[in-house]
């Protein structure tokens, strides 16, 4: 059996040292000041009797001592012979045999002291992931019977409508009620800029209400929310192991016993070696073999081979790793995808929703006669305020942002697949696409047939009035995400859409995409990317919204979500969702398992090769067992500072 002591003393020190209470060092405290008070003790010829001295020491090893000899012997017990504890109390009970009282307290005393670092350090990075989404609040104003009752969220029925103050965090997920309101979503996707809800809309657990007390109408249970589902999966995330994070758990376990009979046999070979050399070199110099000294560099073997190093500080720098992409708006639903996000050669981006905002915005407004813009569009606006279609609402955003008053609406009725006919200030108003002008054969500019982007014409009384040209504009960052994948040395940069090969083509020109398809179905869509993966130097993430790519997602090597905080395709499919719904993200989360790949392959390389040359020290005699502790712990410390550092880089 490999290391314990991250597996089975954090759960219990991570509860303790929320405490943060002296009485965790305490013990520590104790035996550290009776090693310094003894060794002066000895320097001062009060020592003489070595009694005395032994019942000094042994009651400054019990503090450290007694709870890693519980821990061996509950190991024992299940059968783990080679364990981290079975190694200190060998090595302690080994010096205290020869006579070395303040070292073999020392070896318990600075492993304890060890401990404590890297359980608060494992402690810590556990604690911070679990505070970036664990704000779930503790009650809910529910309406019931007219009247506004306090609840536990869990208590909470669906349809059962809740209400949020200003400044109150929503509990749990639902349906707007009130025409808009405005929310703090910083919590759910890291971005302080207030969005924008109405009704119909869903809102999520964890928004909070900024100006003004809305009501929601639940839709989840509480445990069914969202945020609920995304803690669930960052708190799991540390079962899924990386591959570096396994083979080190499976290293450990036959490297543990290994050392301990390379101990054993540094102690037996020069013994034996003793007994043979006369018959097989009867003229050399004899050997004079000493039990205590051999015995004791057996000992500093078998403490400076204690693997605790790597079995805590790897798993710790992946805990670092999801924290810092947690604190960036990146969930990792595991440290598997974290280092194999590193392997990623050819992203694959959807259209809609991930490269651009998935919402029309106006992006030009032309009226037929001169001057009369606004006019135009109040009539188009005003004919638009009772519809929920995209373009209808991106319309009214428009019409609201311009300053423009809408007029009453006297009659409206839907034309299927044209548009809309409505009466309006005793003028007759149709808006829709070119098929409506045509059916009512209603003259209107040629060039209007070749438009690209999405259209929507205007007539009155019968008259060509103008038009309003919509897009599904790209997101802000859409180009910096694609500027930084290539500075990555990630060129094979494609897109897939199911929207119009003209619109779509645009778009790359725009990115800097140089393969993108459009006209896909979701099947062609698969057809594509199963092309991509016949060649097994690709290495491909696909990012999409996770709702429609579902497929796409699953058969990628990484599998990315944008925006997918209330989707729960996302959630299931997705190997990592992008809470920000930044395309630029995705280079940010390839920064960041990199450097945790960095940092975890450090830490390797750096234990193991501080413990070959003190393990080689201590077998000729050079290396003491202070050495052999320092270097044990000193090597452990160094390997957590190391994890900890792992930042969320900045998107160049």
């Given at each position: 059996?490999?290391?314990?002591?991250?597996?089975?003393?954090?759960?219990?020190?991570?509860?303790?040292?929320?405490?943060?209470?002296?009485?965790?060092?305490?013990?520590?405290?104790?035996?550290?000041?009776?090693?310094?008070?003894?060794?002066?003790?000895?320097?001062?010829?009060?020592?003489?009797?070595?009694?005395?001295?032994?019942?000094?020491?042994?009651?400054?090893?019990?503090?450290?001592?007694?709870?890693?000899?519980?821990?061996?012997?509950?190991?024992?017990?299940?059968?783990?012979?080679?364990?981290?504890?079975?190694?200190?109390?060998?090595?302690?009970?080994?010096?205290?045999?020869?006579?070395?009282?303040?070292?073999?307290?020392?070896?318990?005393?600075?492993?304890?002291?060890?401990?404590?670092?890297?359980?608060?350090?494992?402690?810590?990075?556990?604690?911070?992931?679990?505070?970036?989404?664990?704000?779930?609040?503790?009650?809910?104003?529910?309406?019931?019977?007219?009247?506004?009752?306090?609840?536990?969220?869990?208590?909470?029925?669906?349809?059962?409508?809740?209400?949020?103050?200003?400044?109150?965090?929503?509990?749990?997920?639902?349906?707007?009620?009130?025409?808009?309101?405005?929310?703090?979503?910083?919590?759910?996707?890291?971005?302080?800029r207030p969005r924008t809800i109405r009704q119909g809309d869903e809102v999520l657990a964890g928004m909070?209400?900024?100006?003004?007390?809305?009501?929601?109408?639940?839709?989840?249970?509480?445990?069914?929310?969202?945020?609920?589902?995304?803690?669930?999966?960052?708190?799991?995330?540390?079962?899924?192991?990386?591959?570096?994070?396994?083979?080190?758990?499976?290293?450990?376990?036959?490297?543990?016993?290994?050392?301990?009979?390379?101990?054993?046999?540094?102690?037996?070979?020069?013994?034996?070696?003793?007994?043979?050399?006369?018959?097989?070199?009867?003229?050399?110099?004899?050997?004079?073999?000493?039990?205590?000294?051999?015995?004791?560099?057996?000992?500093?073997?078998?403490?400076?081979s204690c693997p605790c190093a790597l079995v805590v500080s790897i798993p710790l720098g992946y805990f670092g790793g999801i924290g810092?992409?947690?604190?960036?708006?990146?969930?990792?639903?595991?440290?598997?995808?974290?280092?194999?996000?590193?392997?990623?050669?050819?992203?694959?981006?959807?259209?809609?929703?991930?490269?651009?905002?998935?919402?029309?915005?106006?992006?030009?407004?032309?009226?037929?006669?001169?001057?009369?813009?606004?006019?135009?569009?109040?009539?188009?606006?005003?004919?638009?305020?009772?519809?929920?279609?995209?373009?209808?609402?991106?319309?009214?955003?428009?019409?609201?942002?311009?300053?423009?008053?809408?007029?009453?609406?006297?009659?409206?009725?839907?034309?299927?697949?044209?548009?809309?006919?409505?009466?309006?200030?005793?003028?007759?108003?149709?808006?829709?696409?070119?098929?409506?002008?045509?059916?009512?054969?209603?003259?209107?500019?040629?060039?209007?047939?070749?438009?690209?982007?999405?259209?929507?014409?205007?007539?009155?009384?019968?008259?060509?009035?103008?038009?309003?040209?919509?897009?599904?504009?790209?997101?802000?960052?859409?180009?910096?995400?694609?500027?930084?994948?290539?500075?990555?040395?990630?060129?094979?940069?494609?897109?897939?859409?199911?929207?119009?090969?003209?619109?779509?083509?645009?778009?790359?020109?725009?990115?800097?995409?140089?393969?993108?398809?459009?006209?896909?179905?979701?099947?062609?869509?698969?057809?594509?990317?199963?092309?991509?993966?016949?060649?097994?130097?690709?290495?491909?993430?696909?990012?999409?919204?996770?709702?429609?790519?579902?497929?796409?997602?699953?058969?990628?090597?990484?599998?990315?979500?944008?925006?997918?905080?209330?989707?729960?395709?996302?959630?299931?499919?997705?190997?990592?969702?992008?809470?920000?719904?930044?395309?630029?993200?995705?280079?940010?989360?390839?920064?960041?398992?990199?450097?945790?790949?960095?940092?975890?392959?450090?830490?390797?390389?750096?234990?193991?090769?501080?413990?070959?040359?003190?393990?080689?020290?201590?077998?000729?005699?050079?290396?003491?067992?202070?050495?052999?502790?320092?270097?044990?712990?000193?090597?452990?410390?160094?390997?957590?500072?190391?994890?900890?550092?792992?930042?969320?880089?900045?998107?160049?």
């Amino acid at each position: 059996m490999g290391c314990n002591c991250c597996n089975q003393n954090t759960e219990s020190t991570c509860s303790k040292s929320k405490t943060d209470s002296y009485k965790i060092y305490l013990p520590a405290l104790v035996s550290f000041t009776m090693i310094i008070v003894g060794m002066f003790l000895k320097h001062a010829g009060l020592f003489e009797n070595n009694a005395l001295a032994l019942a000094w020491y042994i009651i400054a090893y019990l503090p450290v001592g007694l709870p890693v000899l519980k821990e061996a012997f509950e190991g024992l017990k299940q059968k783990e012979f080679f364990n981290e504890f079975t190694l200190m109390c060998i090595a302690t009970i080994g010096a205290f045999c020869i006579g070395e009282y303040p070292e073999g307290v020392a070896v318990m005393l600075f492993y304890t002291i060890g401990e404590l670092f890297q359980d608060r350090a494992v402690g810590k990075a556990q604690r911070n992931i679990k505070a970036l989404l664990d704000i779930r609040p503790e009650s809910s104003t529910v309406i019931r019977n007219g009247h506004p009752v306090d609840v536990i969220p869990s208590t909470v029925g669906i349809g059962e409508v809740i209400e949020v103050k200003a400044g109150e965090r929503v509990s749990l997920d639902g349906q707007m009620l009130n025409e808009y309101a405005s929310f703090n979503t910083a919590a759910l996707t890291g971005e302080s800029r207030p969005r924008t809800i109405r009704q119909g809309d869903e809102v999520l657990a964890g928004m909070i209400a900024t100006e003004q007390t809305v009501r929601i109408r639940v839709n989840k249970r509480y445990d069914e929310s969202a945020l609920s589902r995304i803690l669930k999966m960052v708190q799991e995330a540390s079962e899924r192991k990386a591959p570096t994070e396994l083979f080190i758990r499976r290293f450990a376990r036959v490297y543990t016993p290994v050392v301990t009979l390379l101990a054993a046999l540094v102690v037996l070979l020069p013994y034996i070696y003793s007994v043979v050399q006369p018959l097989l070199l009867p003229t050399a110099v004899p050997f004079q073999y000493d039990f205590s000294d051999w015995l004791y560099r057996g000992l500093v073997f078998l403490v400076i081979s204690c693997p605790c190093a790597l079995v805590v500080s790897i798993p710790l720098g992946y805990f670092g790793g999801i924290g810092a992409a947690s604190r960036a708006g990146i969930l990792f639903k595991g440290g598997n995808y974290l280092d194999g996000i590193t392997k990623v050669n050819t992203v694959v981006f959807d259209k809609t929703g991930t490269l651009t905002k998935g919402v029309f915005e106006v992006q030009q407004l032309a009226s037929a006669a001169t001057g009369k813009e606004k006019e135009l569009l109040s009539y188009m606006a005003s004919a638009e305020q009772k519809s929920t279609h995209p373009i209808a609402r991106a319309i009214l955003q428009y019409a609201r942002q311009q300053g423009v008053d809408l007029l009453e609406v006297e009659h409206s009725e839907e034309v299927s697949g044209h548009g809309l006919r409505s009466q309006i200030s005793g003028h007759q108003v149709l808006i829709g696409n070119l098929r409506l002008l045509d059916a009512n054969g209603i003259a209107y500019p040629s060039s209007l047939s070749a438009v690209v982007d999405t259209i929507a014409v205007c007539a009155i009384d019968q008259t060509y009035a103008g038009y309003i040209l919509l897009a599904d504009s790209p997101k802000e960052d859409a180009r910096t995400a694609i500027t930084s994948l290539q500075g990555l040395n990630i060129n094979n940069i494609q897109m897939l859409s199911g929207d119009k090969q003209a619109i779509v083509s645009k778009l790359a020109e725009h990115l800097g995409i140089s393969k993108a398809y459009g006209d896909l179905m979701p099947e062609d869509k698969v057809e594509k990317m199963e092309a991509l993966r016949k060649n097994p130097s690709n290495y491909i993430a696909f990012v999409g919204d996770g709702i429609n790519d579902a497929p796409v997602l699953a058969l990628s090597n990484i599998g990315i979500a944008m925006g997918g905080l209330g989707s729960d395709a996302a959630i299931e499919t997705a190997d990592v969702v992008i809470q920000t719904d930044q395309p630029s993200k995705i280079a940010t989360a390839i920064r960041i398992g990199r450097q945790t790949r960095n940092i975890v392959w450090q830490n390797i390389v750096m234990a193991l090769g501080i413990k070959l040359l003190v393990l080689t020290l201590g077998v000729f005699g050079v290396a003491t067992l202070w050495e052999a502790v320092f270097a044990d712990v000193g090597v452990a410390l160094l390997a957590i500072l190391n994890a900890i550092r792992i930042k969320a880089p900045d998107v160049e």
